[in-house]
């Protein structure tokens, strides 16, 4: 079992910056890609950033020049430094190791106008 632990969330005003972490247990995050995901109220969960295990990373559209996805495997950590925040960045940001396909509880992300 992989435990999925997410931080970083909170209140920023739009054109601030946060950073999210996410901490996995067990010995897979090095082989394993990972995601952030985020699903704002009213709206699907959708796809923020991927990282493999080799550090290529894929961006949505919405995110690409504002977010950067990255992780240390020393660290079982995966990051997601989140720039010039918009309030329709406003959500419930979610990891995801596509092995096993196991979801952290989630961090709320509020950017006030």
């Known amino acids: 079992q992989v435990q999925l632990v997410e931080s970083g969330g909170g209140l920023v005003q739009a054109g601030g910056s946060l950073r999210l972490s996410c901490t996995a247990s067990?010995?897979?995050?090095?082989?394993?890609?990972m995601g952030w995901y985020r699903q704002a109220p009213g709206k699907q969960r959708e796809m923020v950033a991927t990282i493999s295990s080799g550090g290529s990373t894929i961006y949505a559209d919405s995110v690409k020049g504002r977010f950067t996805v990255s992780r240390d495997n020393a660290k079982n950590t995966v990051y997601l430094q989140m720039n010039s925040l918009k309030p329709d960045d406003t959500a419930v940001y979610y990891c995801?190791?596509?092995?096993?396909?196991?979801w952290g509880q989630g961090t709320q992300v509020t950017v006030s106008s």
């Open positions: 995801r190791s596509t092995y096993g396909n196991y």
């Open positions: 067990g010995s897979i995050f090095s082989i394993t890609t």
